[in-house]
């Protein structure tokens, strides 16, 4: 053992067996409300071409400037462009949709995915380089029921999570008409006030300007506090909008604050934006973030289409759940039953005996490190196993099996071939 281990990657994560109990938690609970609200599954490639989110998620993003993991792919057979692994989950839902003709088979279209997704980013609490979402898209409805129906939809599956401690705020960030107007007047007000902005931000003045407003540094959220919202600038439309979906909020009594510096970081946003917040999370504190997004279709080559959608974040949204919890034990497997071997030439006949458990639905394991009974015996309480079978030379002979209940430690014996009848009666 003189080799160097190698480690992980940084902002990569491994997750262990007894890890997995709100992983499994929060997933069941997004798929049983997803069938609830109507959503299929889309399960879409990890990678793609990387020209998908330079024009999808925007060139002058942060996730495409600085987080995409690129990798030339000149010389390929059948591609010579540059491919990505996905840093997001909303470009490849709309590339295939319009690749299978969606829109001209049935226009109208919700989808949702999960899995893991890549930004290279400096790992914090909460944000790894290969991370995890749950997200959905609707795509080809323009109405605010629909912005609404989403919203809830997040909240139904945080709620059927368990988790309590969050928020959700909302905002209106405009459209194409009225959008541009507010951008004008956020560049004259923050010019004004340049040297208050870090540097990063000095530069969003020019190609990104909605951006500063999501910047985490301490003097630009101070900067932007007090500038004037976008909520006056808006155009009809986006005013009626959006009071029309605070109001199907309102009447679903669904607790939520108005944000008027909410952007979000990407660029396909239109109208409606939201991200629900949980203060485990510090400076970071989203777990989810959604939005109306309704130019990109039309910009990837699609016809004009109206979307929306959300993705979570599913390790900061796990790291919300275990804060709210107690911290438990590990979580062991807890088996039906445990296999005890007491003479080793009757270990073969355990693993018959372990074979018709398992045959018999029961969840059932043994000892394969030739130990003796009585560690085989703390394995099985390790395990946290309901019944043990003991098998030794005498109950070979015998043509039986010995029984014990973990919890009463009653023993009884069965006939070898009615062992896991014995166990499943005594389970009911
Ligand atoms: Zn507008
Ligand atoms: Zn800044």
């Known amino acids: 053992m003189s080799e160097k281990l190698i480690k992980s990657l940084a902002g990569t994560r491994d997750i262990l067996p007894w890890q997995w109990e709100k992983w499994h938690a929060l997933h069941d609970a997004a798929r049983r409300q997803f069938s609830i609200y109507g959503y299929g599954e889309l399960a879409t490639p990890i990678i793609e ?27 390929e057979e059948d591609s010579g462009n540059a491919i990505s692994l996905r840093p997001e989950g909303t470009p490849p839902a709309v590339r295939a949709y319009l690749e299978s003709d969606l829109h001209k088979k049935q226009k109208f279209q919700k989808f949702w995915y999960s899995g893991p997704m890549f930004r290279r980013e400096k790992p914090q609490k909460g944000r790894l380089r290969q991370f995890h979402q749950i997200g959905v898209e609707a795509i080809g409805g323009d109405s605010p029921l629909l912005d609404a129906e989403t919203i809830l939809l997040a909240d139904a599956i945080y709620r059927d999570a368990g988790l309590k401690g969050y928020r959700t705020c909302i905002n209106n960030i405009g459209c194409e008409e009225c959008r541009p107007r507010y951008r004008e007047n956020l560049r004259t007000y923050l010019r004004d006030r340049s040297d208050e902005l870090c540097p990063d931000c000095v530069r969003r003045l020019d190609r990104n300007v909605l951006r500063i407003l999501d910047c985490k540094n301490a003097p630009c959220k101070e900067t932007v506090a007090d500038m004037p919202s976008i909520t006056g600038l808006l155009c009809n439309g986006c005013k009626d909008h959006y009071r029309t979906l605070k109001t199907v909020l309102d009447a679903q009594g669904l607790d ?26 510090g400076a970071r504190d989203t777990i989810c973030g959604g939005g109306r997004y309704d130019g990109l279709v039309a910009q990837m080559g699609g016809p004009e289409l109206s979307c929306v959608g959300f993705a979570m974040g599913v390790e900061a949204t796990l790291i919300a759940m275990e804060a709210e919890t107690e911290p438990d034990e590990a979580t062991s497997l807890n088996p039906d039953v445990y296999v005890v071997c007491f003479d080793e030439p009757a270990r073969i006949k355990c693993f018959e005996q372990l074979t018709m458990l398992r045959g018999a639905g029961l969840s059932a394991d043994m000892d394969y490190e030739g130990r003796s009974a009585k560690a085989q015996m703390r394995s099985a309480d390790r395990t946290g196993a309901d019944f043990c079978m003991l098998i030794g030379g005498l109950e070979i002979e015998n043509c039986e099996v010995t029984l014990k209940d973990m919890r009463s430690g009653q023993q009884w014996k069965a006939a070898w071939d009615k062992g896991a009848d014995a166990i499943l009666d005594a389970l009911a």
């Open 256 to 281: 939520y604050q108005e944000d008027p510096h909410l952007v979000r970081g990407l660029d396909y946003y239109t109208q409606t934006v939201y991200e629900i917040k949980h203060e485990e999370l």
């Open 49 to 75: 071409e990387a020209a998908l989110f330079i024009k999808g998620t925007g060139e002058s993003t942060e996730i495409v400037e600085k987080q995409m993991y690129t990798i030339d792919a000149a010389g």
